[in-house]
């Protein structure tokens, strides 16, 4: 499996302002996917990210809000934008596995937002 | 209904007990299925996984699916303390890329 690492591990945000998660994955990989973890929730897709191509989108989520780049086979970042304190949540980073669809996640970024 | 049903615990057992974590499904797509371990401001590992109904054993873990019930258990014996955490299911289907869908997570404690 893929050792994925994410920046920054947490984070505590002002509402209005905006900030850049990357992830950084120690193999080349077709496809990248970003999660949102909320308490007492499920993990949900927000986008996959593949390189060269714009990221799609889940139901709900839309690219002005979550900016995604994937300038590499071995980076991606996302954006919170214009953040509320209903985007504190835990943002997590995967690449999938073969053959299952497997998902192999990073550590996480913990964002609270004020 | 959600798709994917998981009794969210908290689940409290003694060192040494058998635990039994389930889920329960809706969509009869659904062909491969996963185990993830989470620990504490940690991201998801995954434990196990299997394909179709059957059981599958690793170490102190069991996989078992039952596709006619939709139903999927992960029974660990012996359980330790290390084994307290939040153990997510998760399911997709066959054929490509297929989105996985994740149950919400049942907390186990294994007190000493």
């Known amino acids: 499996s893929a050792v994925i690492s994410q920046k920054p591990s947490r984070d505590i945000c002002q509402r209005g302002t905006s900030l850049t998660i990357q992830c950084q994955v120690d193999?080349?990989?077709?496809?990248m996917f970003w999660y949102r973890q909320q308490p007492g929730q499920s993990l949900t897709l927000i986008a996959t990210a593949n390189q060269g191509s714009e990221a799609t989108y889940e139901s709900g989520f839309v690219i002005d809000k979550f900016p995604i780049s994937r300038p590499n086979l071995t980076f991606s970042t996302l954006t919170v934008s214009n953040m509320s304190p209903e985007d504190s949540s835990i943002y997590l980073c995967?690449?999938?596995?073969?053959?299952?669809?497997?998902?192999?996640f990073g550590p996480g970024t913990r964002l609270t937002v004020l | 209904q959600k798709e994917v049903e998981q009794d969210p615990g908290p689940l409290s057992v003694p060192e040494g007990a058998i635990v039994s974590l389930n889920c329960t499904y809706s969509?009869?797509?659904?062909?491969?299925f996963m185990w993830y371990r989470q620990y504490s401001r940690k991201g998801p590992e995954l434990l196990m996984y299997t394909y179709s109904s059957g059981n599958k054993e690793d170490g102190r873990f069991t996989a078992q699916v039952d596709k006619s019930s939709k139903y999927i258990s992960l029974f660990i014996r012996d359980s330790q303390p290390s084994d307290s955490a939040t153990y997510l299911c998760a399911m997709t289907g066959s054929g490509g890329y297929q989105k996985v869908t994740f149950g919400t997570g049942t907390k186990l404690q294994v007190i000493p």
């Open positions: 969509n009869s797509a659904f062909q491969y």
């Open positions: 193999s080349q990989v077709t496809m």
């Open positions: 995967s690449v999938e596995g073969t053959p299952y669809n497997e998902q192999f």
